[in-house]
């Protein structure tokens, strides 16, 4: 059984930081690119931050990039989403998701394999 277990979101001033993490079991993570999906209160998700399966290679969404930080280990099976001078515009749930492919395929097409059940982030003052 597929099982993504997402941990780490919080309430955060503005400027603050957060690291979330994904434990992942029921699969072989190290074929999948890996990545995690923001839903702001009332819109849709979007792909902020994904890595591919081997290489390392990462897509950042254009909002975040010098912010966010993704990395995974992949002896581990586990994901990490390290988020620096946080902004009220990051509050919102954070989907850990997972798709054969490519991370740019994964963040930019929006269709994952499979979904975490998210981790909230909140950030106000």
């Known amino acids: 059984q597929v099982q993504f277990v997402e941990s780490g979101g919080n309430l955060v001033q503005p400027g603050g930081t957060l690291r979330l993490s994904c434990a992942v079991s029921?699969?072989?993570?190290?074929?999948?690119?890996i990545g995690w999906f923001h839903q702001a209160p009332g819109k849709g998700y979007e792909g902020v931050s994904c890595?591919?399966?081997?290489?390392?290679?990462?897509y950042y969404r254009d909002s975040v990039k010098g912010r966010f930080t993704i990395s995974r280990d992949n002896a581990d099976n586990t994901v990490y989403l390290q988020i620096n001078n946080l902004q009220q515009e990051d509050t919102g749930v954070y989907y850990c998701?997972?798709?054969?492919?490519?991370?740019?395929?994964?963040?930019?097409?929006?269709?994952?394999?499979?979904w975490g059940q998210g981790t909230q982030v909140t950030v106000s003052s």
């Open positions: 029921g699969f072989t993570l190290e074929y999948y690119a």
């Open positions: 890595i591919n399966p081997r290489d390392s290679g990462t």
């Open positions: 998701v997972a798709a054969l492919g490519t991370a740019e395929r994964l963040c930019v097409l929006e269709s994952p394999d499979y």
